[in-house]
């Protein structure tokens, strides 16, 4: 049974800095790629930034580049988003997501985590 379960979100002021950890178990990490998704009030889920099986290709959001880095550690199962000179419009429920890259399939986005609130003040 996969689990992901995000932590280190919270309360900073606008161009603060925090931390958000993925914690992945029950699959073979290094088989999957992992993203980060956000979802603000009223509005749809929107894709952040994603980081493949072995971590040497990302993908960034126009709305984030320059200011969020996804990084991960195969060793311990966990995908980090640092995010940097946040801005008011940054608040949102932060999700972290998996999906099968192997030689033999890649899938869509399948297995989420329950997610963690940011709130970026003015």
């Known amino acids: 049974q996969v689990q992901l379960v995000e932590s280190g979100g919270g309360l900073v002021q606008a161009g603060g800095s925090l931390r958000l950890s993925c914690a992945a178990s029950?699959?073979?990490?290094?088989?999957?790629?992992m993203g980060w998704f956000r979802q603000a009030p009223g509005k749809e889920r929107e894709l952040v930034a994603t980081i493949n099986w072995s971590g040497d290709s990302t993908y960034y959001g126009d709305s984030v580049k320059g200011r969020f880095t996804i990084s991960r550690d195969n060793a311990k199962n966990t995908v980090i988003l640092q995010m940097n000179s946040l801005k008011p419009e940054d608040t949102a429920v932060y999700y972290c997501?998996?999906?099968?890259?192997?030689?033999?399939?890649?899938?869509?986005?399948?297995?989420w985590g329950q997610g963690t609130q940011v709130t970026v003040s003015s």
């Open positions: 029950g699959l073979t990490f290094s088989s999957y790629g």
């Open positions: 997501a998996a999906r099968l890259e192997t030689y033999y399939r890649v899938t869509s986005y399948r297995h």
